[in-house]
C-alpha cells in the first residue's frame, strides 16, 4: 500500500485497472435503446392525446362539426395503445424481460391492429378524395403512428435480445 507521503509500489500506478472502468456493450446498447425507446413512447403519448382530444371535442360537442370531424371507429380501440407504452417504461428499472414481451404483444394487438384496420376503412374515401383532389382530413396520425409503432418493435426487439444476451452470460459463469 502506499503511504500519502511515501512512494507508491510499482505497477500500481492505476493502468492496471483500467479493464474495470469499461462498461460491456450490452449494457451500453440497454441504456442507447432505453432512451430511444423513451422518446418513441413519449411521441406515442402525444398521438394518444391528440386522439383523445379529438374524440372529447367531437362527442361534447365544443366545436362546430366542420372543424373537428367525428372519429373513425378504429380511433376507439387504438385509445387502448396506451397499455403498451405503459408496461415498456415498466420494462425498464429493473430490466424486466416478461413486461417487455407484454409491450411488444400488445402494441401489435392495441396499436399496430388498430392502425391496419383504420387503413382499410379510410382506403375507399382517401381514394376518392385523391380522384377528386380533394383532402379534407390528413391522414398523418395513421402515418406517424406507424412509424412511431414500427421503430419501437425494432427497438424493443433489439433490448430484447440485449438483455437475454447478459442473462445468458450470467447463467455460463
Excluded at 376507439?76 to 428499472?93: A, N, T, V, W
Aim: aromatic share 12%; with cysteine.
Amino acid at each position: 500500500m502506499a503511504s500519502r507521503a511515501g512512494p507508491r509500489p510499482e505497477g500500481t500506478d492505476g493502468s492496471d485497472y483500467q479493464h474495470r472502468e469499461r462498461v460491456a456493450s450490452h449494457y451500453q446498447m440497454s441504456v442507447a435503446l432505453k432512451c430511444e425507446i423513451k422518446k418513441l413512447i413519449y411521441m406515442q403519448l402525444a398521438l394518444w392525446l391528440l386522439l383523445v382530444a379529438q374524440i372529447c371535442v367531437s362527442h361534447l360537442k365544443l366545436l362546430p362539426h366542420d372543424q373537428v370531424a367525428m372519429p373513425y371507429q378504429w380511433e376507439y380501440p387504438y385509445l387502448l395503445s396506451i397499455i403498451p407504452s405503459l408496461f415498456g417504461l415498466l420494462s425498464f428499472p429493473r430490466n424486466n424481460i416478461s413486461y417487455l414481451v407484454l409491450s411488444m404483444i400488445s402494441t401489435g394487438l392495441f396499436s399496430v391492429a388498430p392502425l391496419i384496420y383504420g387503413s382499410m376503412e379510410m382506403f375507399p374515401m382517401a381514394q376518392q378524395l385523391y380522384r377528386h383532389g380533394k383532402a379534407y382530413r390528413l391522414y398523418l396520425l395513421v402515418v406517424v403512428a406507424v412509424q412511431v409503432h414500427g421503430w419501437q418493435l425494432y427497438y424493443s426487439k433489439k433490448l430484447l435480445d440485449s438483455w437475454f444476451t447478459s442473462t445468458q452470460e450470467k447463467k455460463r459463469k
